[in-house]
């Protein structure tokens, strides 16, 4: 069975300083990895994908995560934060094999950027 | 391209009443469209798996005959929420597969704008 866990339901940064959003995940087979961003009262935006090619995996805004088989982890950087970086971010693991397409989400991480 | 459209974005409705919620694929044709729901601050939860030209595939938990969900066609879904009650309240939120790029797991989803379903 596929899990994720978002380690921090909250994180707070300064405009300018790194992000870094931390996601575990657990899974019977070789697993993808995606973020998602969410802003208030929107759907759901990708951020960035891993399936299985390259381990560091670059994704828009500036995004990226890595992708680390040994610790079982898939988290998410920023080198710098933006205001508009505030939103929900959601670490999804894709469901059993086969071609259901079924997305496991983590319960989120709510990232604030201060001024 | 890839965008995924849901109609309405808000609605309001009496208790008792049926609310119906579509989605669509506007530039590409989608055999699988999901349907989640998401309380206030939490996760999205995976309600069903909608199948162009055959039955939805619910989550354990999900009533069936409540959320009514049909796929007639390869960009249309729709979920109807019957005989509405004030728990139904939620963000409800689509997504879909390309039909000619699904290759397996690994597949992107494209979400849609969620709907905001409030019952009084």
């Known amino acids: 069975a596929q899990s994720v866990t978002q380690l921090d339901s909250h994180v707070s940064v300064s405009e300018g300083t790194p992000v870094l959003l931390r996601c575990n995940y657990s899974?019977?087979?070789?697993?993808?990895l995606f973020w998602y961003v969410q802003h208030p009262n929107k759907g759901l935006q990708l951020l960035l994908k891993y399936t299985s090619a390259a381990t560091l995996v670059k994704g828009i805004n500036g995004f990226e995560a890595e992708f680390k088989k040994s610790e079982t982890s898939f988290h998410l950087t920023k080198p710098s934060a933006h205001m508009s970086d505030a939103a929900e971010y959601f670490c999804?693991?894709?469901?059993?094999?086969?071609?259901?397409?079924?997305?496991?989400f983590g319960q989120g991480t709510t990232l604030q950027v201060k001024p | 391209g890839a965008v995924v459209s849901q109609h309405p974005s808000r609605v309001i409705c009496k208790s008792g009443t049926s609310v119906k919620i579509e989605c669509r694929s506007l530039?590409?044709?989608?055999?699988?469209m999901f349907w989640y729901r998401q309380f206030p601050k939490q996760s999205l939860m995976l309600m069903a798996t909608s199948n162009e030209g055959s039955k939805a595939t619910y989550e354990q938990g999900v009533e069936k005959d409540k959320f009514l969900i049909n796929h007639a066609s390869l960009t249309l879904s729709t979920l109807t929420v019957t005989s509405a009650h004030p728990e139904d309240s939620s963000f409800y939120i689509c997504?879909?597969?390309?039909?000619?790029?699904?290759?397996?797991?690994?597949?992107?989803?494209?979400f849609g704008p969620g709907t905001r379903l409030t019952v009084l």
């Open positions: 530039d590409f044709q989608a055999t699988t």
């Open positions: 899974s019977s087979y070789s697993p993808s």
């Open positions: 999804v693991v894709s469901g059993a094999s086969g071609n259901t397409g079924k997305l496991i």
């Open positions: 997504s879909a597969r390309d039909h000619i790029l699904a290759t397996g797991v690994g597949d992107t989803q494209y």
